[in-house]
C-alpha cells in the first residue's frame, strides 16, 4: 500500500507499511476527534500529511454557506497553513516550509486540488470523478493538508509538540505513521499526552 503525500508544488509518493490505515479509508471509516498524520523524512526534505474529519477542525461537516460559517473555515485554513506553529520540531533541526495546502472536502478549492493534482496521476486515481461525488453526497467531510519543509539538520527532528491540540478543541488523537532512512513506524498522540519522541527512528 503506498500513502500519497501531496503537496502543493510537488506529488511525494511514500511508501508506507500502512495497509490496515489505507484500508480504513477505503471502508471510508470516519470517527470524530480521530485523524491520521504521515510524517516522511527523505534527506532533508520532510513531507507531512494530516487527515482528520471536519468536525475535528471546524465543528460541522457540511458546506460553509453562512456568512459564520465561512468565517469559521476561513480561520481553520489559516491555522492548517502554519503547520511549525501546529506541529512544533526542535529549534536544533532548522525546519522551513517551502510548500503547503489545506483543504476542505466539501468546499470548492479541493475540486480544484483534485483536478490539479489527482487527475494528472490517473494511474493511481481512476477513479477521480467518483471520489469527488462521493465527498459531495457524504454527510462527512475531512481536511486534508498536506506540508513539504526543507530541515538543515533532519537528525534533529527527535520529537514532535502536537500544539494542534491546543488550536482544535474537538480533536482527540492522532495516528502518526514515520518513514525515515531507519526504517518505519506508528505512534499515537492524545490530547492526553501530546509530545512524540522520534529518538529511535530519526
Partial sequence: MRIRLLCAASVLVIPLATAAAEQRRELDAH???????NIA??????????????????GFEHAAKSDKDKAVLKTAKEKLSAPLSLFRLPDAAGCKLTSSFAHYTKDEDHAKHHEEHHGKHAGHHDD???????????EHAEFHAGYELNCAAPDKLTRVDFAYFGAFKNAEELEVNVITAKGQAQYEVTRAKPKLDLGGII
Fill in 31 to 37: 470517527e470524530h476527534g480521530h485523524g491520521s498524520f
Fill in 128 to 138: 477521480g470523478d467518483d471520489h469527488l461525488e462521493k465527498h459531495a453526497k457524504s
Fill in 41 to 58: 523524512v527523505e534527506g532533508k526534505t520532510v513531507g507531512l500529511e494530516l487527515r482528520v474529519p471536519g468536525a475535528d477542525i471546524v
